[in-house]
Each structure stands twice: as C-alpha cells, then as structure tokens.
DNA sequence: TATGAATGAGGATTCATTCAT
DNA sequence: TATGAATGAATCCTCATTCAT
C-alpha cells in the first residue's frame, strides 16, 4: 500500500471515530504513521481527501456485493443478496456514508459522485436488463434509471435504521424484508 | 421577521453559497446584518443553526406538498402530487437539503432529525393508511415504515437528477415517471 | 497611544534587538501586551508594517533635526547641525534603518518611501534654497536633487561608520568631519 | 559555469524576481534545475548565498568600471566615468543592490561586506590618491574614506532615480550631471 | 438587547533540512 | 556527487467566543 492509499484508509478509520469535524490533519497522519508534512505532498487539504475516500468505499460495496451476489442465484435471490449487502455495508460504515455525502456535496468535488458510483450503477443496470430479457420483470423497467432508483432507495432505507435505531439488528430485519418486498412489487417480479 | 428568522435565513443563503464548512459566523452575520455578537443571543453555535434550519426547510416542503396535494384527488394522483412536489422542493433547494443532511449527521443532533421530518412522515403515513383501508394499495404495506421509504425514494431519486443534471428539465420529467410508475407497483396499486 | 501604534512601536523595539528574519509575530504581540489575533485585525502581515515603521523613524529623524538645527544658526553651522543629527539618529537606530529600507525595498511598498522622506527632503531643500538666495552657497545648486544628494551621502558615510565600526566613536568623529568638509566643497561655500 | 555558479545566477533571477524573504530554497532550485539535497552540498543555508551573490554583483561593477574608466583619461573624465559606471550598474540591478544590502545587513555576514567592496573601495582609493598627488584634488582629501563616501553617494544617488523614476532616462542624465558637479566641487578640482 | 473590538487556543501550513538510495 | 521524498519543528493565521460598553 502506497502513502496516498495508506493515508486514505487512516482517514476513514479517524473519520469513523470522531467524524470529520473534529478530526485534525494531526490525527490523520498519526494514524497513518507519517509526518505531517506528508499529508501536504498528497492532499492539499482534509476536504480534498473525500473523492478518493468514496472512490475506497463504493470499493469495498463492490467487493461486498460480488461477494454477497451469488451469478447462480435467480434475480429474486440476487436482489435479495444485493439489499443484504448494502444494509452490511451500510452498518459497517454508516458514519462514513453520511461524511462522503456531506464532503462530496459540500465541495466543488460533486462531480466526482457520478464517476465514483458508476461502476456500482453499472452493474445493477446490467442485471436488470438480463431480468427484463428473461421476462422475470415487467418490460417497461428502464435498467439504467431503475439501478440508480434502487441504490438510491435500498440506500436511503438502511440508513434511516442506523440513523436512528443504529443498535437494534431487529429494526433492521424488519426494514430488509419490507424493502425487497417492496422492491418485487416494483419491478413487478413473478415469482 | 425577527432576529432569529433573521440569522436563520442569512445563514441559508450563506450556506447555499459557499458551503457549511467554509461559512463563518461572521460571514451570517454580515448577511444578517447584525452585530457577531448577536447571533449569540440566538444560537450557541453554528451547528445549532442547523435543526432550525432543516424546520424551515420540511416546513417550506410541507406547504409545497400540501398546497400540491388536493384532498378530494385519488391516492394514486396525490402520490402523483407529492412527486411533483418534492422534485420541486428538491429542484429548489437541493443544496440546502445536502447541507441539512450533513449537518445534522455530522454532530449530535442527529436525533432532531426524526422529529424535524416527523409532520411529513406522518401526513404520508396517514395517506397510506386510508390508501390501504381503501384497499388501493396491497394490504401488507406497513404504512409508517413505507412512508419513510417512499420519501428516500422520491428524495434520492430527485436529487440524483439535479446531481448531476442541473440543468436538464426533461430529465426531471422523465425521472419523475418512472418514479411514479415505480411506486404505483411497488405498492401494489389497482387503477 | 492607539493600538495600531502600540504594534508599531512594539515592533521597532523587537526588530532592534533580534532583526527581522528572527522575529515572530507572536513577539511583536508579546511586546505590544496583546493578544495574536488582534495583530491581524491592524496587519495583514509582518512586511505590512515596514512603511508604518519607516514613518515612524522619518518622524523620529525629523524630530532630532529640528531639535539639533538651531533657526538662528548661520547655514554653515546648520549644515554641521544636521550632519551631527543624522549621525546621531545613524547611531541609535542604524539596524532598523537597515531594516526599513530592505523592508521598503523587498516588498510592493517602493513607493512609499518617496512619500515618507519627503517631508525630510523637503526640510532641506528649503534651507538649501535660502542659502543659495544668500550667496553663501553656488548659485548653481539644485535645492531639490542636493537635498537628497546630501541626505542620502550622509546617510551612508554614517551607516558605513556603524556598519563595520560599530563601537568606535572616534571613527564616528573623524568621518563626520570628513562629511562636513566634503560638503562645504560640494556646496561651493564661502564661509 | 559549475553548479555552485549555477545557484548563485538561479538564485540572483529568482531574488529578483520575488524578493529574499519570499523566495524558498525549493524556488532556487527549480531555477537552477538541481535537486532539493544539492544545494546543501554547496551552501548551508539561504542567507549563506548573499557574500557569493555580492561578490557576484561587485564583480560585475569592477568590470564594468574597469571597461568604462580609461587609464589614459584625466582625472575628471575618469571621475565621470566612474559616476557613468554605477548609473548603468545600478539601472540594470537595482532590485539586487537592495538585496544585497538587506541580505548582508540582516544577517551575521555583515563582515563580509567590508571584505566584498574591498576592491571596488581600494580601487577609488588608488585613483584618488595619485590625483592628489598630481594635486589635481584638494590635498586635504583622505583618499581611502573619500573613496567609501563618493562611492555611497553616488550609489544612493542611482538608486534614488531608479526607486522612483524607474523608466525616466532624462532624470538619469540631470542627477548624473548634479553629481558630477557636485564631486568637483567636493574635491576641490581645478580645471 | 445589541455591539464589535479583542481574545487566544487550536490547528493548518510551510519549508529548511535530512538521508536512504 | 546527486537525488527528492519524507520529516516535523516552527510559526502563521483563523475564527468561535467573550465582554465591556
């Protein structure tokens, strides 16, 4: 692992811990074991660190998802597996999901976002359209919107459980199985 | 409008400009045209801006949704409305919307949140309830939880557009039908 | 005293006894009895204060002259008067002169050092033009270039002293009476 | 041209192109097209550079003087040579000269000016001294002060119309004339 | 209530210098 | 000799907060 990549994971662990604001570059660099003059040779500032933070992050969804998503499995399994592992994902890593957004957003690095995610929207879409060929969902399914749609909504479902009920496992039980039920009526699913 | 609608509103517009991290208090305060030490009277701090803030926000949304929502319409055009409706809000505000969600997540008022989107959630629910009592949606719909899944949605789904899209106004429309007609399945809708 | 002239005075005291390069701006607050920031709210910077410095010492200069040149003084005597003043001032404050003109120099404040002398050349110039309506200098004497002539050669002849000689009065003794002579030649002086 | 001389000339155009106290050793480097490390193998520090720069920058005056001032001239026309000599010296490096000045007076070098001028100083001296002899000067002049003395006027004479004046070559000519006069008379020059 | 000059702890940033290659 | 990435002490500068008026 090279210094900027050493230097990014220290970010998201410190950034984990005590969120973005009251991180200082300080700790940062203590975690990453360099001097902190180094952070300066990589990252002119904290907030420029947050497009290769989500670029590590929509990574490891995607480790997390091709791991969880099994090719054999039929699409209903598939999207079952795909909510499973955002919900993971998202469990593990919700504070980080709330600080790329803000960091993203709150910089002029918004159009990074779109470059960032595409790989993972990109992967939804295609197993959509195989669905949509197979006839196992409705014709009129757009698989490049839908993809984004999903993501957006399975997204928006898992943290509104660790945003407020960020210890009960049950709560997120519940909330899965209410999203994938809600997602096979959307895309109109027979069996 | 007084003081505190005052600092409130300068600091929207503050921030809209050039972000929360790099807004000064005395950037709001030469907005507001007051004194710096008068926004102490008012605000501990400027993250406590924040739940006041997102109130004004969900209230303009909640005038929005309402003045776009007719009671006498079906549940199917009114769900049609609040589409409309918060693509509109979202059009309109959707930096500010990005900053109340950082700023809420990145510190400890996290929990206003719940109450800050309660009215909206709730009216929704209600919606769902009749909806489903009406036997217009499917009958395994949880309404309270479903209401706050279709707001993600419809949030998620608007803000992807002007993300990315700013500008594009079609995108809008189209988007906005395929949110509609994902919802309608979603839930199950007959007619 | 005001602040701002508080900063100013501090730092001349500070940069005479430790230079510029070695002073920091929290010395010049320590001497000044205030706090950092309220440095910045007079000073973008440490180089911002030369021309408040340079100011301050054409005044200091302009002081001692008046004092030392005694109005009813024949301008030969004047002339000594002057020489003595310069040397005197030389003496005291020959590292900050040193100070201001690299501080003038090295920086964007190039032309203000025209405005700041000017009452000091002005000064001069007047008496060398009464002195030539007097017959007791040539008459081919430009009052205004001289003036600047004979202040900056006195100037130097007295840093030089300083410069390299710096404990040796006597040597200050024997080139001020060089000066003198220089000048009266230069001037074309009868008596 | 060695690489020591390499970043004595990187250094000089750098100087002068942002001033000492802006100027990082990375600049110098740059100019110079070495590394970081190499410049410590020849200087240790920033302000170590300033005897070699004046050393530089005498050894262009001498050459200049030298090429200016004919042997075979009279005394007067040697003196106008030599006034002719610094006028351009100071034109064409100006900006340096305040460097110089600054660098060396700022610093612990100061000694090294003495050392640096010596052989521009001993030069006049020479010239001074077999012009008495001829008693073509007035026999009270103390040829070695008088050299250090015409030599700071004459410089603080340039560098007057160069601060102000910078493009004004008319204004070169009067002050050089004015010096020129005001030598002779100095000197007590006859014919 | 309202003001805004003053505060000073906190943290960002720089840059001369080193040293393993 | 030459390199240039890495260092980290030194210092700048910001800006939330206070408080005398």
């Known amino acids: 692992m090279n210094k900027k990549e050493m230097i990014v994971h220290a970010a998201i662990q410190v950034f984990r811990e005590q969120g973005i604001e009251k991180t200082k570059i300080s700790d940062i660099v203590k975690a990453a074991g360099i001097a902190q003059g180094t952070f300066y040779l990589y990252f002119p500032s904290k907030l420029s660190l947050m497009p290769a933070i989500a670029e590590v992050m929509v990574e490891k969804t995607m480790t997390i998802v091709q791991a969880s998503v099994q090719e054999s499995a039929t699409f209903s399994v598939k999207l079952e ?19 790329i957004y803000s ?32 006839g196992i969902i409705r014709p009129s399914i757009h698989a490049d919107r839908t993809a984004k749609m999903i993501i957006g909504l399975v997204e928006s479902a898992a943290e509104q459980i660790y945003l407020y009920d960020s210890e ?8 899965q199985v209410e999203v994938n039920d809600f997602l096979r009526h959307a895309l109109g699913m027979h069996e």
């Open 103 to 134: 960091g993203l957003a709150s910089t002029e690095h918004l159009k990074e976002w779109e470059t960032v995610y595409a790989p993972f929207y990109q992967w939804l879409s295609e197993r959509l359209q195989e669905a949509k060929e197979e």
């Open 81 to 99: 597996q795909l909510v499973e592992a955002i919900f993971q994902v998202t469990h593990d890593y919700h504070e980080i999901q709330a600080l």
């Open 168 to 175: 009960q496992e049950d709560q997120a039980r519940i909330q």
